[in-house]
């Protein structure tokens, strides 16, 4: 019983290669499968805007940020002034609007930190957030996050 099981295995594992081999329509589901790999692969851009504000209310008041940074893991990405040129100032609100960054197509954290005028601040050196984005070959995505810089 055991000697025939082992035939049947090896008979299975021998005609296998054998089909996929001799049949051309595997074969170009396959090519099909590469060509959709090969397009996953490439690079994609990132455009960032970061929008900070002043305002008060009963429990927190917030100021805008001098200082925006886009980092990945722990490498910056870029990083921009309030005087700036693509830094626009709108009454209580500051836009940075950071240039285009080309990545690898996958997915990413990123982390954007605001960086305050002064050295009063509840969390000792900078405020901010990390999200995921994706980044998807010959595209752009576009990221706007609204992030309050708080004092206390």
Not at 81 to 99: I, K, M, S
Not at 122 to 145: D, M, Y
Request: aromatic share 8%.
């Amino acid at each position: 019983m055991i000697k025939l099981l082992v035939k049947i295995m090896l008979a299975c594992c021998l005609v296998l290669p054998v089909a996929i081999n001799a049949s051309p329509q595997l074969i170009a589901s396959y090519s099909d499968i590469e060509n959709q790999l090969e397009m996953s692969q490439g690079s994609g851009k990132l455009a960032i805007t970061v929008e900070s504000f002043a305002g008060m209310n009963v429990k927190r008041a917030s100021h805008k940020a001098q200082r925006a940074e886009i980092w990945l893991g722990a490498k910056r990405l870029a990083s921009m002034q309030a005087d700036d040129a693509n830094v626009v100032d709108e009454g209580d609100r500051r836009l940075f609007v950071f240039p285009l960054i080309e990545l690898n197509a996958g997915y990413y954290f990123i982390t954007i930190r605001l960086y305050g005028p002064g050295v009063l601040s509840a969390r000792q050196k900078w405020n901010g957030t990390t999200f995921q984005v994706g980044i998807h070959p010959l595209k752009v995505s576009r990221v706007h996050k609204v992030i309050p810089a708080f004092l206390w």
